[in-house]
């Protein structure tokens, strides 16, 4: 597992899919990708997670995403945002899907979770708790049963 955060949206669904895979028995290692990006090579499975600022994906998680040895891995990818609380399939569509085909990467799943609101844009009247870890608890056990299989 390895992630990149800076408003912690992103590190906190890590941390949830990380928890969820080891209560189903896997040995799962988390690397933030903002203190080091972990080789690949020694992993079957890559579970990668990026949140979205300002309608772009952090640089910093591209890097993982170059190496070849991606390519042989069981690969699944989600990130967080604002745009999947409402629409997370368009997230996935806009943010994931264009960096899936860049680097000619085969993820099994690709998900976008809500990311959180900063509170100088929330609505007075509005959600201000957008996050929703029961959504990537369910990702990570989807995840576990492909493993599995």
Not at 39 to 64: A, Q, S
Not at 76 to 90: H, V, W, Y
Not at 115 to 138: S, V
């Amino acid at each position: 597992m390895a992630y990149y955060s800076k408003g912690g949206a992103t590190e906190e669904y890590a941390k949830v899919i990380t928890e969820t895979l080891t209560t189903q028995g896997f040995s799962v290692e988390i690397h933030n990708l903002a203190h080091d990006i972990p080789d690949v090579t020694v992993f079957d499975t890559v579970i990668v997670g990026t949140g979205v600022r300002m309608f772009r994906v952090y640089r910093r998680w591209k890097k993982i995403l170059k190496q070849k040895t991606l390519l042989n891995k069981r690969l699944f990818l989600f990130l967080s945002s604002g745009t999947a609380i409402e629409k997370p399939d368009e997230a996935v569509e806009k943010f994931l899907r264009p960096i899936v085909e860049k680097y000619h990467l085969k993820p099994e799943l690709l998900i976008s979770f809500p990311g959180k609101i900063p509170e100088k844009w929330a609505k007075l009247d509005g959600q201000k708790e957008t996050m929703k870890p029961t959504l990537a608890a369910a990702w990570a056990q989807q995840i576990a049963t492909m493993i599995q299989r």
